[in-house]
């Protein structure tokens, strides 16, 4: 590790590249119309994927960054999957034609915070409204702590063949910096339920960057965890950000590590998971080698999505659910954030979109060149210029921040391959923010580079 370098980029806020162009770039100038519009366009032969958020919780994590709500009441859940129950409804009444789901992935939130019943009985809604593929994938999120069997029991009865646990830091007193005390055993029941019931592919959720948290103490997880052998990790760098989560200010930034800190936290995390057997995928996803994270990565089509990475190929994924973001042919959508005044938009029998982006052929452009060097770490600007029909000065002529990197040897640029040097991948986003041509005063509510 390079310490000017780190010292250099890592405090640097970035986007994770989920999406290009990124959520801060979205305008209320696409509404509701438009969506509207570009589902009448959707082609039935092309397979889509669903996400449904979920967003209620028991209790607050204070390291979260997602858009939930605490409620120790089941009564507003209730509430909201009628509304959600509704929206699938008017979503489907504007298709020409039924769609070909292949994906669906439930997020929160804590989607597994509903009744066993009512999970069932939106896989059935969903079902009804939408065709779906013989064998789609459909895949969870689950709070070990709150996963009783019953719920293990409705998740296989719907078809779940994919769960993502979210385990953060063994680390007992890690724990009580981000109130989120969980038990091995917890994880550890939670797996061994799961896997009885047939939901046999597990992926594990940790961060780095968290208060008190050390290399010693990431290492620590690493080995308490790959002894339940779960089939991927995504191991994700914590975004302070308390002028906008206000529970994050529950948290002392002076207990926070620095970016070379953080940085030397996340590659002992990564050499530990290759240790244990793991595949590194892309920046911080790791695969044993028989998942199809790992062959689709092998293969050169690793996807990514909002999500992280991914061997999704579907190009439209749509979005259900309060502040659900979905992607279609034609550009991005987002529905309203606020679960009440995505309720009362949902009930005027309005779609529930205030947002979102209409792609041009440039964005499509740079969206390919980020994405594959986000899942490669190296880019044929050449073959994606043939591809999309523009020439590659578009984006090298004028780049600073390209020749910024390749001056401090991050980067290698040659004959339009532009190569991330190996041992500097993490720097990985700040690569890709060379061709997004819409970094900068937004960059301020993005995490850290490293």
């Given at each position: 590790m390079s310490h000017p370098l780190v010292e250099k980029y890592g405090e640097t806020r970035l986007p994770r590249y989920t999406s290009y162009p990124t959520a801060p770039a979205f305008s209320s100038a696409i509404g509701a119309g438009t969506y509207r519009d570009w589902l009448e366009e959707l082609d039935s032969c092309d397979p889509v994927s669903l996400y449904l958020h979920i967003p209620f919780c028991r209790s607050m994590c204070w390291y979260c960054g997602c858009h939930t709500t605490i409620t120790k009441q089941d009564r507003p859940i209730l509430d909201y999957l009628d509304v959600l129950h509704q929206e699938i409804d008017l979503v489907a009444s504007k298709l020409k034609q039924p769609l070909s789901v292949q994906n669906v992935h439930f997020g929160g939130g804590t989607p597994t915070i509903m009744r066993p019943d009512e999970f069932v009985d939106l896989m059935k809604h969903l079902r009804n409204a939408f065709g779906f593929v013989p064998g789609a994938e459909i895949a969870v999120e689950i709070d070990p702590r709150t996963l009783a069997s019953e719920m293990v029991d409705a998740l296989a009865k719907a078809g779940v063949c994919r769960a993502s646990l979210g385990v953060q830091s063994f680390d007992p007193v890690v724990q009580a910096a981000i109130n989120r005390k969980q038990t091995f055993e917890q994880t550890q029941t939670a797996v061994q339920r799961l896997r009885e019931a047939g939901i046999g592919s597990i992926n594990f959720d940790l961060i780095y960057g968290l208060p008190y948290q050390t290399v010693g103490s990431c290492i620590d997880t690493v080995q308490t965890a790959v002894r339940l052998r779960p089939d991927r990790f995504a191991v994700f760098g914590y975004a302070h950000i308390p002028a906008f989560k206000k529970h994050q200010r529950l948290i002392d930034e002076a207990t926070l590590p620095n970016a070379e800190e953080r940085n030397t936290q996340a590659e002992a995390i990564a050499e530990a998971l290759v240790d244990a057997g793991y595949v590194r995928i892309g920046l911080d996803h790791f695969a044993l080698p028989a998942d199809d994270l790992s062959m689709a990565s092998a293969r050169g089509d690793l996807r990514r999505n909002f999500q992280g990475y991914t061997a999704d190929t579907c190009e439209t994924l749509m979005g259900l659910g309060a502040s659900a973001i979905g992607k279609l042919p034609a550009g991005y959508v987002q529905n309203e954030v606020a679960p009440g005044a995505y309720a009362q938009r949902i009930a005027s029998a309005s779609l529930a979109t205030v947002k979102g982006y209409r792609l041009t052929g440039q964005d499509r452009f740079r969206a390919a060149i980020i994405e594959r060097l986000m899942c490669d770490f190296a880019v044929d600007l050449n073959l994606l210029s043939a591809r999309f029909g523009y020439e590659t000065g578009l984006v090298l002529n004028g780049n600073d921040r390209l020749r910024a990197l390749e001056s401090d040897g991050v980067v290698t640029?040659?004959?339009?391959?532009?190569?991330?040097?190996?041992?500097?991948?993490?720097?990985?986003?700040?690569?890709?923010?060379?061709?997004?041509?819409?970094?900068?005063?937004?960059?301020?509510?993005?995490?850290?580079?490293?």
């Amino acid at each position: 590790m390079s310490h000017p370098l780190v010292e250099k980029y890592g405090e640097t806020r970035l986007p994770r590249y989920t999406s290009y162009p990124t959520a801060p770039a979205f305008s209320s100038a696409i509404g509701a119309g438009t969506y509207r519009d570009w589902l009448e366009e959707l082609d039935s032969c092309d397979p889509v994927s669903l996400y449904l958020h979920i967003p209620f919780c028991r209790s607050m994590c204070w390291y979260c960054g997602c858009h939930t709500t605490i409620t120790k009441q089941d009564r507003p859940i209730l509430d909201y999957l009628d509304v959600l129950h509704q929206e699938i409804d008017l979503v489907a009444s504007k298709l020409k034609q039924p769609l070909s789901v292949q994906n669906v992935h439930f997020g929160g939130g804590t989607p597994t915070i509903m009744r066993p019943d009512e999970f069932v009985d939106l896989m059935k809604h969903l079902r009804n409204a939408f065709g779906f593929v013989p064998g789609a994938e459909i895949a969870v999120e689950i709070d070990p702590r709150t996963l009783a069997s019953e719920m293990v029991d409705a998740l296989a009865k719907a078809g779940v063949c994919r769960a993502s646990l979210g385990v953060q830091s063994f680390d007992p007193v890690v724990q009580a910096a981000i109130n989120r005390k969980q038990t091995f055993e917890q994880t550890q029941t939670a797996v061994q339920r799961l896997r009885e019931a047939g939901i046999g592919s597990i992926n594990f959720d940790l961060i780095y960057g968290l208060p008190y948290q050390t290399v010693g103490s990431c290492i620590d997880t690493v080995q308490t965890a790959v002894r339940l052998r779960p089939d991927r990790f995504a191991v994700f760098g914590y975004a302070h950000i308390p002028a906008f989560k206000k529970h994050q200010r529950l948290i002392d930034e002076a207990t926070l590590p620095n970016a070379e800190e953080r940085n030397t936290q996340a590659e002992a995390i990564a050499e530990a998971l290759v240790d244990a057997g793991y595949v590194r995928i892309g920046l911080d996803h790791f695969a044993l080698p028989a998942d199809d994270l790992s062959m689709a990565s092998a293969r050169g089509d690793l996807r990514r999505n909002f999500q992280g990475y991914t061997a999704d190929t579907c190009e439209t994924l749509m979005g259900l659910g309060a502040s659900a973001i979905g992607k279609l042919p034609a550009g991005y959508v987002q529905n309203e954030v606020a679960p009440g005044a995505y309720a009362q938009r949902i009930a005027s029998a309005s779609l529930a979109t205030v947002k979102g982006y209409r792609l041009t052929g440039q964005d499509r452009f740079r969206a390919a060149i980020i994405e594959r060097l986000m899942c490669d770490f190296a880019v044929d600007l050449n073959l994606l210029s043939a591809r999309f029909g523009y020439e590659t000065g578009l984006v090298l002529n004028g780049n600073d921040r390209l020749r910024a990197l390749e001056s401090d040897g991050v980067v290698t640029v040659r004959d339009g391959l532009v190569t991330v040097r190996k041992d500097l991948r993490f720097m990985i986003r700040a690569v890709a923010a060379a061709f997004d041509a819409y970094i900068g005063a937004s960059g301020r509510t993005h995490s850290k580079a490293a």
